[in-house]
């Protein structure tokens, strides 16, 4: 008998406005950060833009259609915070408005539900002018967009994220400077506008349930995952403390739990409080209660790991990987183990049901001499992926749905256009939109359930 995943599991696609829609500047959009720093010089690769991106402003019509052709009963799409408040606050611009009106309606249309997330990164420029994250009112501000949001759309729209991988937007953005708006913020600043981001998501939370009881509320950090290269004991313990645990180092802000503790369990873990010290916000136990509201999903995006043993002293030590092992184009190890223990770990810690809100392969796809795009990368990239997670279902991890990053090729951020990670082509010149391989094999996963994945694959290397 061929496995298959449980019984109404999610089967989704995702993508974010930023990197899809385009149209710039079309009925009142207001810019973004986004906007902002790839119009500066050297900061995204060849100076891409997301002024065009996929057009998807204009065609969502047929992106829908795409989307519905998959079988995918889901899809997880982002709101451009300029294109419904240009200022951030205050007037709402019904014109942006109206194209999610339109959107939803064009998903539902076709059986696929909406799961919408809030901030996938395009913050206004207006609320940066104003002190982006750092302002303590930033979370007021989100949180009246959400409103806005959940007013609008509550009606049709019961699945919501509030805030898209804060470790990214708040680690390569205000430390590291690599993304918008490309700031190297020093450590008590980039904490500040963490905290502020948590309060944010609180607050929006509380907005979003304000205004319907049936919402559905989540979110959809970035997982770092330490996976243990072995089933010793000892290395599972060491892997699941280093995965929730809080790396050392500059790159500290890859983690879950200074994020996860607060927003689910109602504080900072004292390993991060012990560490940062008089760095922190002053008060920063008074917004606890706010910024723990509680959630009905834990939904993570998960693209690769560290893989891991654990040394005498029973801590992980990251295991260097053979000589020649496969990468992805954004040269990130394929390391499929990461959605068995991934959801293994964040639902024995957090207790929520987990959706996995990314996963997808960066490539260099073309369109081949026989007019398809024949991506094998992908689709084994998926079939071990997908293997994986029904391992962990089947093993006892509360995984509910997972969306393929991305339906179509689109703007990477700092990489501009250089890498793809649809499952459909899109011919930048044109538009055109082809399906790829991995387009089709896709929809035969979502068809059977998953009954159609190998049983015995061969041996990754
Ligand atoms: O494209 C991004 C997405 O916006 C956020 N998660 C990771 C993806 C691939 O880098």
């Given at each position: 008998m061929p496995m298959r995943f449980p019984e109404g599991f999610e089967w989704g696609v995702a993508a974010a406005a930023y990197q899809i829609e385009g149209a710039a500047d079309a009925d009142g959009r207001g810019p973004s950060i986004w906007d902002t720093f790839a119009q500066t010089p050297q900061r995204v690769f060849h100076g891409h833009t997301g002024a065009r991106a996929?057009?998807?402003?204009?065609?969502?019509a047929e992106d829908a259609d795409l989307i519905a052709g998959l079988g995918a009963r889901a899809y997880r799409l982002s709101v451009s915070?300029?294109?419904?408040?240009?200022?951030?606050?205050?007037?709402?611009?019904?014109?942006?408005?109206?194209?999610?009106?339109?959107?939803?309606?064009?998903?539902?249309?076709?059986?696929?539900?909406?799961?919408?997330?809030?901030?996938?990164?395009?913050?206004?420029?207006?609320?940066?002018?104003?002190?982006?994250?750092?302002?303590?009112?930033?979370?007021?501000?989100?949180?009246?967009?959400?409103?806005?949001?959940?007013?609008?759309?509550?009606?049709?729209?019961k699945h919501w994220f509030t805030i898209n991988e804060p470790q990214v937007f708040l680690g390569l953005g205000h430390a590291g400077g690599e993304h918008a708006p490309g700031m190297r913020y020093a450590l008590p600043e980039v904490l500040r506008a963490c905290h502020h981001v948590l309060l944010a998501h609180g607050r929006a939370v509380s907005a979003i349930r304000a205004q319907g009881k049936q919402a559905r509320v989540g979110w959809a950090p970035h997982g770092s995952i330490r996976y243990p290269l072995t089933v010793e004991p000892a290395d599972v313990e060491a892997a699941r403390r280093a995965t929730l645990g809080i790396p050392a180092g500059d790159d500290w802000y890859f983690n879950t739990s200074w994020y996860a503790d607060p927003a689910l369990l109602g504080y900072y873990?004292?390993?991060?409080?012990?560490?940062?010290?008089?760095?922190?916000?002053?008060?920063?136990?008074?917004?606890?209660?706010?910024?723990?509201?509680?959630?009905?999903?834990?939904?993570?995006?998960?693209?690769?790991?560290?893989?891991?043993?654990?040394?005498?002293?029973?801590?992980?030590?990251?295991?260097?990987?053979?000589?020649?092992?496969?990468?992805?184009?954004?040269?990130?190890?394929?390391e499929p183990e990461v959605l068995y223990w991934g959801p293994k770990f964040l639902h024995e810690r957090y207790r929520l049901p987990i959706y996995i809100t990314e996963n997808g392969c960066a490539?260099?796809?073309?369109?081949?001499?026989?007019?398809?795009?024949?991506?094998?990368?992908r689709v084994d990239y998926l079939c071990r992926h997908l293997l994986a997670?029904?391992?962990?279902?089947?093993?006892?991890?509360?995984?509910?749905?997972?969306?393929?990053?991305?339906?179509?090729?689109?703007?990477?951020?700092?990489?501009?256009?250089?890498?793809?990670?649809?499952?459909?082509?899109?011919?930048?010149?044109?538009?055109?939109?082809?399906p790829k391989d991995s387009y089709r094999w896709y929809q035969q996963v979502i068809r059977t359930n998953g009954a159609c994945l190998p049983e015995n694959p061969a041996p990754l290397r």
């Open positions: 996929c057009d998807h402003f204009h065609r969502f915070w300029p294109r419904v408040l240009p200022e951030g606050t205050g007037k709402v611009n019904e014109a942006g408005l109206g194209f999610y009106d339109r959107l939803v309606d064009a998903l539902l249309a076709r059986g696929v539900t909406p799961w919408i997330t809030l901030f996938h990164w395009d913050m206004p420029q207006a609320v940066f002018d104003r002190g982006g994250w750092l302002n303590r009112a930033s979370a007021d501000w989100f949180a009246e967009f959400a409103a806005v949001m959940a007013d609008r759309l509550g009606d049709r729209v873990p004292e390993e991060g409080i012990v560490r940062f010290g008089s760095l922190l916000p002053t008060g920063f136990e008074d917004d606890y209660a706010a910024i723990h509201q509680p959630l009905d999903f834990f939904g993570v995006n998960i693209y690769q790991g560290h893989p891991t043993r654990a040394d005498e002293a029973g801590n992980a030590v990251e295991q260097p990987r053979p000589p020649g092992y496969p990468h992805t184009m954004f040269h990130w190890p394929v490539a260099m796809d073309w369109v081949h001499a026989d007019g398809a795009v024949h991506d094998a990368p997670l029904r391992r962990a279902i089947a093993d006892g991890a509360d995984v509910r749905g997972y969306f393929h990053w991305s339906i179509l090729d689109n703007f990477e951020w700092a990489e501009g256009y250089r890498m793809r990670f649809g499952l459909v082509y899109v011919d930048y010149a044109t538009l055109e939109r082809i």
